[in-house]
């Protein structure tokens, strides 16, 4: 049965004695599914609110071996979209793979043809010499999608976003130009104009972050700013206020000659070096100049939670890592072996520009990662609720948390065995409160192997429904609700 539990200082895994020996591990999540799918009615427990109608569009890796070549990393695998689909109280599922370049290149060889996050194609040393001039980027975009006016879009680390069409899932070729080499599959939506934010790292003898926005219909960015940086940072997303973007500069640097020439998987180019330590800046949305940079301690991070202004300070709240350690531990050998992962905090940071200063501290004690928020009720604004992931005794992703950032309070959905992905929260029609709505989460149960569609109530974190998929859904990112 599931457990709900809440408390203000939610000691891990204390009250929850569901776990034991006998929980069944997350080890099916890292195994490859071939099968794409598609199913009209799934069998569904439950009942769902009537209002919610639309899609929830899932990405995330879900083949991990080209040919019979083995992937190292959760993040190489291939790219594959889920869908699940809400129609007066009845939930329809499709899957299939992205038909990107990269993934038809393997198929075709029967080994990997571009380099992924963590593991290179085997090459000759000429090979090796003539893509240090002529790099080849992979283009399978397994972390996160958007939709920008009527686009859809699934994005992965480089610049190549690749659009699709929502109801066949199939690829439709390159969205827009990225102004860079690296960028981030973390967008904002900019409010004014319902354009997409990002930034991008361009590469060369003076690198830089250039922020970049792009309007609904447009195939060209605009760069907004830019910031000079000789050993680019690792970031996987940014912050975003309704006057500054908010860069947080990890020690988790790169060599761009290195990366160049260095003939290493792409992540393992980059080193900790703590003696750096974290460096936020500010950038200008409207005039596009930096302020900063304001150094803290050394410290990693995927996801940044939101951003606001407080007076003269910038609020920024992130998952936060002690160090990049993070990115070892979800090698797969080790995944699959049951390895514990390295637990991130909620942190909040408060940077004040005029006296140059940085504070911190953590908001809740429970775990959180894959946070979501009411994004268009709450980013760039002082804000109460964030949903996320959690993780306890089983050292893997096994609950979903709900933090009240006001009350310092947490409330935790587990069931023994299952492993949740990230929760997408979904405001009710003409809803008055921030949480009001439901929650959507991919769950894998450990104890069938196979994965089901679960749908919480946002403010109790109370069942409502869970929709049995037709197989295992692998661990995945990222995915976004687009109403019908
Ligand atoms: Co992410």
Redesign the pocket.
Known sequence: MAELTTSPTAATGAANPATSSTTASPAPGFRSLTEESEVEALPLEGELPAWLAGSLIRTGPALWEAGEHPMRHWFDGFAMLHRFSFDQGSVSYASRFLETRAYRAARERGKLAYPEFATDPCRSLFQRVSSAFTPKLTDNPN??LTRLGERFVAMTETPIPVEFDPETLAAAGVAWKVPGMLTT??PHRDRASGGMLNYAVKLGPRSSYRFFLVRPEATEPEVIGSVGVREPAYM??FGLTERWLVLAEFPFVVNPLKLALGGRPYIENYHWKPSLGTRFTLVDRATGEATGPFETDPFFC??HVNAYEDGDEVVVDLCAYPDAGIVEDLYLDRLRAGKPITKPELRRFRVAPAAGTVAHERLVEEPLE?PRINYSRASERRYRYVWGTGAGETGWIDRIVRADLERRETTVWSEDGCYPGEPVFVAAPDAEGEDEGVLLSVVLDGRTEGSFLLVLDAASLDELGRAQAPNRIPFG??GQFARG
Do not use: P, R
Request: cysteine-free; overall charge neutral.
């Open positions: 972390v996160n599959a973390h996987h997303s995927f996801h894959l990112f990222h």
